[in-house]
T-cell receptor, first 115, second 112 residues
Framework: AQKVTQAQTEISVVEKEDVTLDCVYE???????LFWYKQPPSGELVFLIRRNSFDEQNEISGRYSWNFQKSTSSFNFTITASQVVDSAVYFC????????????FGKGTKLSVKP | DAGVIQSPRHEVTEMGQEVTLRCKPISGHDYLFWYRQTMMRGLELLIYFNNNVPIDDSGMPEDRFSAKMPNASFSTLKIQPSEPRDSAVYFC??????????FGSGTRLTVV
């Protein structure tokens, strides 16, 4: 069975601090895709990144970076120099190669960035 | 492209009434998904379609829920009769062969 675990339910930081959101996944598929989505207070789900299982290179996009480690089945997300606008719920998600259509979400981590 | 379009944005209805949620996927996408988000259960998949054909409806909670995709540009999720426990945000998403999932803005359903 596929599963995504985000152990951190809520995180609170002060602006300009770095913060890492953890994501651990379980799958038996050899080909799979990992995602991060942001859900701001307005409620929409905003796509941040997609990573396939064969690409373990870390990715950086501005203040955002992602660390994918197959050895530990983790796909962690770091925000550098956090800002108030980063306050949101962040979801990690997994889709398998075998059942490619089904996107499985973690429970989400609520990040609060205080000024 | 306008993205995935859902309507209505908000729906308030009385218990026992029929509710229909609508979704227009991104043109050219071959997968369409219906998700439900609640505080207790998080984001859960209800059903998904591939090329207008339902592939997996195991997440549909009970017979009161039904979904259709009569063509590539339109899908509906119907609840009949509605119950207070159906109150949630319902998201529609579309994808091109699983390469990325674009979500609509959601429909916030309140059943009183």
């Amino acid at each position: 069975a596929q599963k995504v675990t985000q152990a951190q339910t809520e995180i609170s930081v002060v602006e300009k601090e770095d913060v890492t959101l953890d994501c651990v996944y379980e799958t038996r598929d050899t080909t799979y895709y990992l995602f991060w989505y942001k859900q701001p207070p307005s409620g929409e789900l905003v796509f941040l990144i997609r990573r396939n299982s064969f690409d373990e290179q870390n990715e950086i996009s501005g203040r955002y970076s992602w660390n994918f480690q197959k050895s530990t089945s983790s796909f962690n997300f770091t925000i550098t120099a956090s800002q108030v606008v980063d306050s949101a719920v962040y979801f990690c998600a997994l889709s398998g190669g075998g059942s490619q259509g089904n996107l499985i979400f973690g429970k989400g981590t609520k990040l609060s960035v205080k000024p | 492209d306008a993205g995935v379009i859902q309507s209505p944005r908000h729906e308030v209805t009385e218990m026992g009434q029929e509710v229909t949620l609508r979704c227009k996927p991104i043109s050219g996408h071959d997968y369409l998904f219906w998700y439900r988000q609640t505080m207790m259960r998080g984001l859960e998949l209800l059903i998904y379609f591939n090329n207008n054909v339902p592939i997996d409806d195991s997440g549909m909670p009970e017979d009161r829920f039904s979904a259709k995709m009569p063509n590539a540009s339109f899908s509906t999720l119907k609840i009949q009769p509605s119950e207070p426990r159906d109150s949630a945000v319902y998201f529609c998403a579309s994808s091109l062969s699983g390469r990325g999932y674009t979500f609509g803005s959601g429909t916030r359903l309140t059943v009183v």
